[in-house]
C-alpha cells in the first residue's frame, strides 16, 4: 500500500548518534593514583571461592570411558566433530577410574556386572557424579527379568537421568549440561578442618 498512511512495518532504524566528546576544558586532570585506580577496576571480580570452584568443575568434567551395550555408540559420538563435547569441556574420556569425576552407565547393567560397575565408582575421586543414559540404565528398560539390573541406582546413586532407547547424542549433551547446573549450584566440601588439641582443664 504505497499511499497508506500507517507506518512501514519493515522500515529500519537508522544507528543511534554518538554523544559527543567531552571539551578537554571540562575534564580535570586525573592523578597517578586515580588513574591506577581507574585501570585496577577494569580487572577486578568480585566473588567467592566456592563460586570458582564450582565453575571449575563443572567446565572440566572428565568422563570414563566405558560403556555396557547400544547407548555406548551414542555416549561415543558425542566426542566426535559433529556433536563436539568439547564445547562443554567435557571430552576427556579417562581410561582409568582414579582419574575420572563423571561415571555415564551407558547400557544395561547384568546382575554379574553390577559388583563391577559398583567398585568403578568406589575407585573414583571425589568429588564423582552419575549419568544413567538411557531407559535400561535408568529402570532396566525392555529387560525385565532375572539378569538384568532393575536400574542402577540400586547400587550406585544416580545424578541425571537421560531417557530413551537409546537416546540420541544430543540428549546426552543435554543431560550433562544439566548436570553443570547441578554442579554451580553444590556446596564445596572441603572436609574437616584440623583443629589444635586443647590442654586438659586445669593445666597451665
Not at 538384568?148 to 545424578?159: A, E, N, S
Request: charged fraction near 20%.
Amino acid at each position: 500500500m504505497p499511499y497508506s498512511n500507517e507506518p512501514d512495518p519493515f522500515r529500519t532504524l537508522s544507528p543511534a548518534p554518538r554523544p559527543a566528546a567531552p571539551s578537554p576544558d571540562l575534564v580535570m586532570p586525573m592523578t597517578e593514583e586515580e588513574r591506577m585506580r581507574e585501570e585496577l577496576e577494569k580487572g577486578i571480580l568480585f566473588t567467592t571461592v566456592e563460586s570458582v570452584v564450582n565453575w571449575a568443575r563443572s567446565n572440566a568434567i572428565w568422563p570414563l570411558g566405558f560403556g555396557l551395550a547400544c547407548c555406548a555408540m551414542e555416549m561415543m559420538a558425542i566426542a566426535g566433530p559433529r556433536f563436539d563435547v568439547a564445547r562443554f569441556g567435557a571430552e576427556v574420556f579417562r581410561g582409568s577410574p582414579r582419574q575420572a569425576d563423571l561415571m555415564i552407565v551407558a547400557g544395561r547393567v547384568s546382575i554379574k556386572m553390577a559388583p563391577v560397575v559398583r567398585h568403578l565408582y568406589e575407585q573414583m575421586s571425589d568429588p564423582k557424579w552419575v549419568i544413567a543414559m538411557g531407559a535400561c540404565s535408568s529402570c532396566g528398560g525392555v529387560f525385565n527379568n532375572y539378569a538384568i539390573l532393575q536400574g542402577v541406582d540400586k547400587v550406585i546413586p544416580v545424578d541425571v537421568y537421560v531417557p530413551g532407547c537409546p537416546p540420541r547424542p544430543e540428549s546426552l549433551i543435554h543431560g550433562i549440561m544439566k548436570l553443570q547446573e547441578k554442579i554451580l549450584t553444590s556446596r564445596v566440601e572441603i572436609g574437616p578442618v584440623p583443629r589444635r588439641a586443647q590442654p586438659p582443664r586445669g593445666v597451665a
